[in-house]
């Protein structure tokens, strides 16, 4: 039997692991609370040099320097102050992403990760998963509204999260209130028609939090017919901390989008009436309770709803060749329910143990028109996933984190499938940090790729998920009294069994998909960072891909979407990012931004089989200026003048081949608030 002493010294560990915990959870609101103190809300240089606690890595609030991957954060207030109203476009500034906007505002837009394919980064929002079921993404209407901060996890993280995190996750965490009400509002518009609005309110006390906002954006778009764009979101969050040992959460977002194009799959102007819709209702519940000192049970129930379609109709009454008409419909359901146990086994380690359901629907239907007559086509199709997981976290020495976790994934249609997760980051006194981590990945099918059914495709049961395989290793250094930030990371992934669809079949009844190709992506990414003044910031990253198809698969010929030995379509090799900002006596912000994406394989669709081209590469430089013309004081509102340029220098270039990108945007509005 343990004597008195003892449990002495583990209740003593335990009270410091909650200690711990709770002023993690402090500093976390501590840290929300003062961005909405001053309307610019930036950070002091002091506190932006402090290491920082993320979450989406570990599922745990955790110091940086104790997570063993990749991990950028980017702050909501700061992505506001720069007047960043996408992720996409936030996204841009992280390395190891690239970011693929097809033509104009509205339109479809992936990100790729680390050379992975672009359902292969998992999109959460306060947990909730908004991919839609096998991974696809459109982060066209994925906006910054009411966002308190993004994580970016950068690796395989499946492990945590299932299905789709293969190169990485996104997380966007929806602001959080505390103190008195605060309001404010803001208006502005520029080129191309455009004109935003919005509107939000947060404040709160010690046990119960709030905020809530609404934005619409709008505009006429880049091609002269056809190609304006409307964005409704409206978002909110409720934060309840009844005691010491409980809190509960409530976020909801809901998007209502439509983008009218006039280009073709090639990304020629030909169709005046073209438009798609997209409806995204995402609603989650996460809360907690310290059932004892040392054990944390927390329950995460999550729902994503997308109500979408597309509308292709004949232009008019002579569009009667080839398909002149067609229009789609789709509704699609994740719901999830996840509860894991966090035993704070002393003041070293974490015990992480976890379950999780997941219910998936989808339900579409199709209808075109052609000179061969009309044809529809439906699905209807629905599976269940059942996951168990566990993590441990561990710092046995000082300065010395590990982390190492298991999966094991149950689902309906593919059967079982294991994924691992291992890594750890040592840090010594002089500012110097190493880490390393190792894991795999996977990807269901998608619905169509299981159980499509029309005149063209036919899916198979069968499929087994899209794996990975991948390593890293990083080295980080401090410098200059911490004033200078130095970092590189090399990673490694392997990915297999990617499906295909192949237009020849054995036999009629025969399906279309198979588990067949096969890619390798490696690369380096460098980062700096500096603080030469209190109120200057200078940072930059690049980063060196290299992509190859080791197995085409069914793909043959030159203009094949893969060629074995050939770069995989539209990841750069080479891409640089860096930012400058500059806050000048505490009443103005200005931020320059500067994006240099370099050559990328593609394809011209205009010609069948597709032809081989090579987009090259481009810079565009973003600039930003806010400024406080009046201070809120008592009752008195405070007022920001924004402006902000897009592509500064009108430089002309394609994100894809065909589809022209935004030229130079000009926006000039302000702000309000109390």
Do not use: C
């Amino acid at each position: 039997m343990r004597d008195k002493g003892s449990r002495s010294r583990v209740m003593r560990g335990s009270r410091a692991w909650r200690g711990a915990v709770r002023g993690v959870l402090a500093a976390w609101a501590g840290l929300a609370a003062g961005a909405g103190a001053p309307l610019h809300g930036q950070e002091q240089p002091d506190t932006v040099r402090l290491d920082p606690v993320v979450v989406t890595a570990t599922r745990l609030p955790t110091p940086r320097a104790a997570v063993a991957t990749s991990v950028t954060l980017l702050d909501g207030t700061g992505l506001e102050a720069e007047g960043l109203r996408t992720v996409a476009d936030a996204l841009r500034q992280v390395p190891g992403l690239s970011v693929v906007q097809t033509g104009s505002y509205g339109s479809v837009t992936s990100v790729f990760m680390r050379g992975g394919e672009s359902d292969y980064v998992k999109v959460l929002v306060d947990g909730t998963p908004i991919n839609d079921p096998g991974g696809a993404i459109d982060f066209a209407n994925l906006t910054t509204d009411n966002v308190e901060r993004i994580e970016i996890v950068r690796g395989p993280t499946s492990v945590l999260y299932g299905s789709d995190a293969v190169s990485g996750v996104v997380q966007i965490f929806t602001r959080r209130g505390l103190g008195r009400l605060r309001a404010s509002a803001g208006v502005r518009g520029g080129t191309y028609g455009s004109l935003e609005a919005d509107l939000d309110s947060r404040g709160g006390t010690e046990h119960v939090q709030y905020a809530f906002a609404v934005a619409r954006r709008a505009t006429d778009g880049i091609h002269p017919f056809n190609s304006d764009y409307d964005n409704l979101v409206l978002s909110g969050m409720l934060r309840a901390v009844p005691d010491a040992r409980t809190d509960a959460q409530i976020s909801l977002r809901y998007t209502d989008s439509e983008a009218h194009f006039p280009t073709d799959g090639s990304g020629q102007l030909v169709d005046s009436n073209a438009f798609r819709l997209q409806d995204r209702l995402t609603v989650s519940l996460d809360a907690g309770r310290f059932i004892t000192d040392r054990v944390e049970g927390r329950v995460l129930l999550a729902l994503n709803e997308t109500d979408g379609g597309l509308d292709d109709r004949p232009d008019g009454p002579a569009d009667t060749l080839g398909f002149f008409g067609f229009a789609s419909a789709q509704k699609i359901s994740r719901r999830s329910a996840d509860a894991r146990v966090n035993w704070y086994v002393s003041r070293a380690g974490v015990v992480t143990l976890g379950a999780q359901v997941e219910g998936q629907d989808e339900r579409a239907l199709s209808e075109s028109s052609s000179q061969f007559g009309d044809q529809s086509s439906g699905l209807t199709a629905a599976r269940t996933n059942y996951a168990a997981y566990a993590q441990v976290q561990a710092e046995p020495l000082a300065g010395l984190a590990l982390t190492v976790g298991a999966r094991l994934d149950d689902n309906r249609q593919f059967g079982t499938f294991f994924t691992y997760r291992g890594g750890v980051a040592y840090g010594w006194q002089t500012g110097t940090r190493l880490r390393a981590a190792v894991g795999s990945a996977f990807k269901e099918p998608t619905f169509f790729e299981n159980f499509a059914d029309d005149p063209f495709a036919r899916g198979n049961p069968s499929l087994e998920p899209e794996r990975s395989a991948s390593w890293e290793v990083g080295v980080e250094q401090r410098l200059w009294g911490a004033r200078l930030l130095l970092g590189a990371t090399y990673f490694d992934q392997r990915f297999r069994d990617l499906i295909q669809y192949t237009p020849v079949v054995p036999a009629s009844d025969a399906p279309n998909y198979f588990n067949v190709a096969a890619a390798d992506a490696a690369g380096v990414e460098f980062e700096v960072r500096t603080w030469p003044l209190g109120s200057l910031t200078v940072g930059g990253s690049y980063t060196l891909l290299r992509t190859e198809v080791v197995d085409a698969g069914f793909d043959r010929g030159p203009g094949a979407g893969f060629v074995k030995g050939e770069r995989l379509l539209r990841r750069p090799t080479h891409r640089i990012a860096a930012d400058a900002v500059w806050r000048m006596l505490d009443r103005a912000h200005l931020a320059l931004r500067l994006d240099y994406v370099g050559d990328r394989d593609d394809r011209d669709f205009s010609t069948f089989p597709a032809t081989p081209v090579v987009l090259p590469a481009y810079w565009r430089v973003d600039l930003a200026l806010s400024v406080d013309m009046l201070q809120a004081a008592g009752a008195r509102p405070g007022l920001v003048a924004t402006l902000r340029v897009d592509n500064l220098l009108d430089e002309e270039y394609q994100d894809a081949f065909g589809f022209r990108a935004p030229g130079r945007r000009v926006l000039v509005g302000g702000r309000v608030g109390i």
